[in-house]
């Protein structure tokens, strides 16, 4: 017989809907964090991955074999789970960069194209929102040439988009006033759990944490919940209000420091939560540079009203000159700007042409925005 999951398994749906101020939102791409060269360039100017009891993973192996992968793992609000890939990561990777490349021509047959100077100033304007921004995408494998890349597409993606919209400070001034909550940064919660889905490890499992034995060290030996041996039992939920909602009413009653008692959680499942820090919700500091975050999002707002770009891409798509070079990507590629074109055919209005639908899962999305 199955087991059922729970309600402390579920995010809730009612969630309400905050505003996300932070504008830029960078494709980021694993392709090009090493050389430029073929499959035989190093990674990360190293010519070896890795040493396996002595035997090497060479950088050619590595750069072979990450184009044709057809599994990754994704987080879900129950932990890590391998899913498969929609054609490959080889084939996605060619859709974003082509999608990059018809951005920026785009961006310079309107007379938009980012400059130096922007791409310096954005640098700026990020370290003032993240102090962190460069430190933490050169942790993330990049180096400063790859990070101002990805802005001048970002920056490409917002300038045709905002192009021809203003938006005044009385303007940004307003919503500000009028929009209070969007300007909170959420209360927070760090929580581990342990789950049973037998209660005969419960004896045990109490016996432990009144032995002296840490919530987390107890959590990675009984606890049946995703990942609780590798994360010593961390919920992975951190955002008060996105916690399920029996979930709010427990932690309501917690100190940092303290656990809960044992909860049924359906038929057979026992759940136990330690609260282990919380930060209570704050108001957001309201200067310039949140100013004029304030100001793009009214602008790509407005502009996103007026423009699909996402649709003028897939147009550009259609009919775009491509020519792949690389073998087994001509084949894949081809049929996924033929499923595009079928779908655009199916889609369009009755006597026009070809190019009201929306871009299928075959077609690049556009760098920087939202999908």
Do not use: H
């Amino acid at each position: 017989m199955g087991r059922s999951r729970g309600r402390f398994w579920r995010t809730p749906t009612n969630v309400k809907t905050r505003i996300i101020l932070p504008i830029l939102s960078l494709s980021l791409l694993a392709i090009g964090c090493g050389s430029k060269g073929g499959s035989t360039a190093s990674v990360g100017g190293t010519d070896t991955v890795a040493i396996v009891n002595n035997e090497p993973i060479t950088a050619a192996e590595f750069n072979e074999y990450l184009p044709r992968k057809s599994t990754v793992q994704v987080i879900t609000p129950q932990g890590a789970t391998e899913v498969k890939v929609a054609g490959s990561l080889g084939i996605q990777a060619l859709r974003d960069l082509v999608n990059k490349k018809l951005l920026l021509q785009l961006a310079k047959d309107e007379g938009v194209s980012p400059t130096q100077a922007d791409i310096e100033a954005e640098l700026k304007f990020q370290t003032a929102r993240d102090p962190n921004f460069t430190r933490r995408l050169t942790n993330a494998g990049l180096n400063l040439e790859q990070i101002k890349g990805d802005l001048q597409v970002a920056i490409a993606s917002r300038k045709v988009i905002s192009k021809g919209i203003v938006v005044t400070p009385t303007e940004v001034d307003e919503y500000i006033k009028n929009n209070p909550k969007a300007f909170v940064t959420p209360a927070r919660v760090e929580l581990a759990w342990i789950l049973l889905m037998d209660k005969k490890n419960k004896a045990a499992v109490d016996q432990d944490l009144k032995g002296g034995s840490s919530f987390g060290q107890v959590a990675a030996r009984y606890s049946e919940a995703p990942n609780a041996r590798t994360t010593l039992g961390a919920y992975p939920e951190q955002v008060v209000d996105r916690l399920p909602a029996q979930l709010q009413k427990i932690v309501a009653n917690l100190k940092p420091g303290s656990s809960s008692e044992w909860i049924s959680d359906g038929p057979q499942n026992l759940v136990k939560f330690y609260l282990q820090s919380s930060t209570p919700e704050s108001k957001m500091k309201i200067d310039d540079t949140m100013k004029e975050s304030v100001k793009r999002l009214l602008e790509e707002q407005r502009g996103g009203q007026a423009r699909d770009l996402n649709k003028t891409l897939s147009d550009s798509l259609r009919t775009a000159q491509i020519d792949v070079k690389l073998g087994w990507l001509k084949d894949s590629w081809k049929q996924a700007i033929d499923n595009l074109k079928a779908s655009a055919e199916r889609n369009a209005p009755a006597g026009g042409a070809p190019g009201g639908a929306p871009a299928p899962e075959a077609a690049p999305s556009v760098p920087g925005q939202p999908k």
